[in-house]
């Protein structure tokens, strides 16, 4: 069934390092994929998309891209701030066009 | 623009009580969607609405929860009576379209629920 994996958290790095958070996804066809961020006392905000194979989302420094022959969608960035701190999720939309989530991972930055 | 508002933020009942979340969604929005969130999981679907028609309500528990969308605009979910298993984060989301594969969906800030 439809479902996705992501790296499980906590994720702590200094500031400036670099960041990669892994994601692949079990889904038939080929959906649009996301990037949400949930930062601390706020609703989830769609940080990065995209709806085909080889395009890469990018927003605030971190970028995805869609890789159809390994179902994954990693999120990148060069160089993390503190105000990065958050929860990420990966998901996608499922054929029934619904969302399906990750179970997040927290990333922690210290100064 | 205003956002996805949602009240009330938190909410501690017993078991066997029940409980009702209010969500708006941004004006001009055809969808609306319901979450459950628990800890340590990402946002599970409960109830996707396009104006005041349900689209999905398939993870829905029927026996206990209940949702609606008079007119098209304003929604609530309630839960009579609420579980010990019923404690999470409960997410409202609007989208401006029919959830097609490319809708962006906004979320409000949450209501989370504690039953004890």
């Known amino acids: 069934g439809n479902s996705v994996t992501q790296m499980e958290g906590p994720v702590t790095l200094s500031e400036e390092a670099f960041l990669t958070i892994n994601c692949t996804y079990t889904?038939?066809?080929?959906?649009?994929l996301f990037w949400y961020v949930q930062y601390p006392g706020e609703g989830l905000q769609l940080l990065l998309k995209?709806?085909?194979?080889?395009d890469k989302g990018s927003n605030k420094g971190f970028e995805a891209t869609y890789r159809k022959e390994t179902t994954s969608f990693h999120l990148e960035k060069g160089s993390v701030q503190v105000s990065d701190s958050a929860v990420y999720f990966c998901?996608?939309?499922?054929?029934?066009?619904?969302?399906?989530f990750g179970s997040g991972t927290r990333l922690s930055i210290r100064p | 623009e205003a956002g996805v508002a949602q009240s009330p933020r938190y909410k501690i009942i017993e078991k066997r009580q029940s409980v009702a979340f209010w969500c708006n969604p941004i004006?001009?929005?055809?969808?609306l969607y319901w979450y459950q969130q628990i800890l340590g999981q990402g946002p599970k679907l409960l109830i996707q609405f396009q104006n005041n028609g349900v689209v999905d309500d398939s993870q829905l528990p029927k026996d206990r929860f209940s949702a609606e969308r008079l007119k098209g605009v304003d929604s609530t979910l309630k839960i009579q009576p609420a579980k010990l298993e019923d404690s999470a984060v409960y997410l409202c989301?609007?989208?401006?379209?029919?959830?097609?594969?490319?809708?962006?969906?906004?979320f409000g800030p949450g209501t989370r629920l504690t039953v004890l």
């Open positions: 989301a609007s989208s401006f379209q029919a959830g097609g594969n490319t809708d962006t969906q906004y």
């Open positions: 998901a996608f939309y499922s054929s029934a066009s619904k969302i399906i």
């Open positions: 889904a038939t066809g080929y959906p649009s």
């Open positions: 995209a709806t085909k194979a080889d």
């Open positions: 004006s001009g929005h055809a969808t």
